[in-house]
């Protein structure tokens, strides 16, 4: 199984702010198959990035991927008070073929 | 645009077996893939596994042998079956179109497993 890490726990930042999230992998990753994610309260998560880059359809600019095989990274350039939220990574590959990482919070300062 | 909902049973007594439907609106599933996540309260995101159109199904080992998906295509439906649940599997469920990339999902639905 591919053991997702994502540092930090939690992320206490003020509106405006730079955000940078990790999620580090046991065992290498294709870029292709490594996804972010974010999570409001009550809510489902919903799709940000997907092949480590790729921002998805209506998805802000202020938010960045980047990253390969076992280090990945999540940037917020300036938060918006609509950041604050739960982030997930997520990868495709090996056995179970998909395992999200443990999240990391983004609190407000 | 393409819009996924689940739906079952809020409650399921623990040794029985939880059914869950999850209909898509806004487009055929014909070669679509939906896959299961489930999240336990205050939790992180438990993948369960994907199943395709066709039929084709990949199952996280470690529910492999409780979990049973079908598509429905007539219906424009794919169902989850978790047998012999416990106080363990009480967790919002979601669908969510896809394997790698996820998007979108359902709103999720909350089920308890409890006497």
């Known amino acids: 199984e591919i053991v997702l890490t994502q540092s930090p726990a939690t992320l206490s930042l003020s509106a405006g702010e730079r955000a940078t999230l990790s999620c580090r992998a046991s065992q290498s990753v294709s870029s292709t198959y490594l996804a972010w994610y974010q999570q409001k309260p009550g809510q489902a998560p919903r799709l940000l990035i997907s092949g480590a880059s790729s921002r998805a359809t209506g998805i802000p600019d202020r938010f960045s991927g980047s990253g390969s095989g076992t280090d990945f990274t999540l940037t917020i350039s300036r938060l918006e008070p609509e950041d604050f939220a739960v982030y997930y990574c997520?990868?495709?590959?090996?056995?179970?073929?998909?395992?999200f990482g443990g999240g990391t919070k983004v609190e407000i300062k | 645009q393409v819009q996924l909902q689940e739906s079952g049973p809020g409650l399921v007594k623990p040794s029985e077996t939880l059914s869950l439907t999850c209909t898509v609106s806004g487009g055929s599933i014909s070669s679509y893939y939906c896959t299961w996540i489930r999240q336990s309260p205050g939790k992180g995101l438990e993948w369960i596994g994907y199943i395709h159109s066709t039929g084709s199904i990949n199952y996280n080992p470690s529910l492999k042998s409780r979990i049973s998906m079908s598509v429905h295509m007539s219906k424009n439906q794919f169902s989850l079956k978790m047998t012999s649940v416990t106080a363990a599997d009480t967790a919002v469920y979601y669908c969510?179109?896809?394997?790698?990339?996820?998007?979108?999902w359902g709103q999720g639905t909350l089920v308890t497993v409890s006497s």
């Open positions: 997520q990868q495709y590959g090996g056995s179970p073929p998909v395992t």
């Open positions: 969510a179109r896809g394997v790698w990339r996820l998007d979108p």
